[in-house]
T-cell receptor, first 114, second 114 residues
Framework: AQSVTQPDIHITVSEGASLELRCNYSYGATPYLFWYVQSPGQGLQLLLKYFSGDTLVQGIKGFEAEFKRSQSSFNLRKPSVHWSDAAEYFCAVGLMEYGNKLVFGAGTILRVKS | KAGVTQTPRYLIKTRGQQVTLSCSPISGHRSVSWYQQTPGQGLQFLFEYFSETQRNKGNFPGRFSGRQFSNSRSEMNVSTLELGDSALYLC?????????????FGDGTRLSIL
């Protein structure tokens, strides 16, 4: 069955420190990969996506992610975290045959300490 | 350009009632998808509509239904409400159906069942 795993439920980092959020997927075909961010009381905002090509993709707010096919991973990174980055982050996967249906991971809550 | 608009933002219903939620996609977007978000089950795909036709359906009972109008606006209906239907219902739009595309989410409708 298709699945997306975000192993870390909570992560706490100091402001200015680097960040890496992990995402692993289980699919037979090449997936389409997304990272979304959700602030309390709001919907999801798209940070970045990977469809094909360069495996290192750049997104908004200084985020980047790297697709590693051999590890079935799509980890999100940011070199220096700001207090405003505190939110919940979701990794999502889509498959061409399922159209716009996305399968989401359980999310990682990021806390930023000053 | 206005984003995805969901109304109402909050709803309180009692068990056994039915409810209708509305979603207006980004202007020019023709595909609308619906997701349910709960603390226990996370984000789960309900269905996708494109050109007034349901293209994909998630694993939800028949009490959950939807439709799309010729102007791409969509509604979802939940009949015979149960306590477990309490959730944040998110609508997302994308320019077209067929294949995977980045989706743009609204801020959701928070449904509480008493």
């Amino acid at each position: 069955a298709q699945s997306v795993t975000q192993p870390d439920i909570h992560i706490t980092v100091s402001e200015g420190a680097s960040l890496e959020l992990r995402c692993n997927y289980s699919y037979g075909a090449t997936p389409y990969l997304f990272w979304y961010v959700q602030s309390p009381g709001q919907g999801l905002q798209l940070l970045l996506k990977y469809f094909s090509g360069d495996t290192l993709v750049q997104g908004i707010k200084g985020f980047e992610a790297e697709f590693k096919r051999s590890q079935s991973s799509f980890n999100l990174r940011k070199p220096s975290v700001h207090w405003s980055d505190a939110a919940e982050y979701f990794c999502a996967v889509g498959l061409m045959e399922y159209g716009n249906k996305l399968v989401f991971g359980a999310g990682t809550i990021l806390r930023v300490k000053s | 350009k206005a984003g995805v608009t969901q109304t109402p933002r909050y709803l309180i219903k009692t068990r056994g009632q039915q409810v209708t939620l509305s979603c207006s996609p980004i202007s020019g977007h023709r595909s609308v998808s619906w997701y349910q978000q709960t603390p226990g089950q996370g984000l789960q795909f309900l269905f996708e509509y494109f050109s007034e036709t349901q293209r994909n359906k998630g694993n939800f009972p028949g009490r959950f239904s939807g439709r799309q109008f010729s102007n791409s606006r969509s509604e979802m209906n939940v009949s015979t409400l149960e306590l477990g239907d309490s959730a944040l219902y998110l609508c997302a739009s994308s320019p077209r159906g067929g294949g995977v595309q980045p989706q743009h989410f609204g801020d959701g409708t928070r449904l509480s069942i008493l």
